[in-house]
């Protein structure tokens, strides 16, 4: 795999709107606030998943076939929960937030939408297609096709 192929923005966007969508699943159906701790935990620790088919891929990820990998070795998956959270520190914020019930929700959504556009502007602008949070941790995502 060349580690110039790198993944478009659209194929980000909707790994990731997968994984915000499995986010909120999990805070409307478990009650009790335990689904929005656990949406919380996935946000933030997706990137680090190592089971039999899933490596360094959140479930968004795996169905669009992209991953996260090092910066500076694009042939190393990250697999430290450090450059994992840093690296999702940005939507971890969001989804932290709507551990509170209702005006968590609303916070989320105040502070999310301009969050996620600015993510979204920064993927189209840049060259390796990196988000905020690419640029903190010193990760790209790239193509596994």
Request: proline share 3%.
């Amino acid at each position: 795999m060349s580690h110039s192929h790198y993944a478009s923005p659209q194929k980000r966007l909707f790994a990731k709107l997968i994984d915000l969508g499995l986010v909120l699943f999990l805070g409307l159906v478990i009650r009790g606030g335990a689904g929005s701790v656990l949406g919380f935990l996935y946000s933030i620790f997706a990137d680090t998943f190592s089971f039999k088919k899933i490596q360094g891929q959140s479930l968004g990820k795996r169905i669009l076939k992209i991953r996260v990998v090092s910066g500076h070795e694009p042939h190393t998956r990250i697999s430290r929960m450090k450059t994992s959270v840093v690296r999702n520190a940005p939507v971890g914020i969001v989804t932290f937030l709507m551990i509170i019930p209702v005006w968590g929700w609303i916070l989320s959504l105040l502070i999310g939408i301009p969050l996620f556009l600015i993510e979204l502007s920064l993927m189209i602008k840049a060259d390796r297609h990196q988000r905020l949070g690419d640029v903190m941790a010193e990760s790209v995502v790239l193509d596994c096709e």
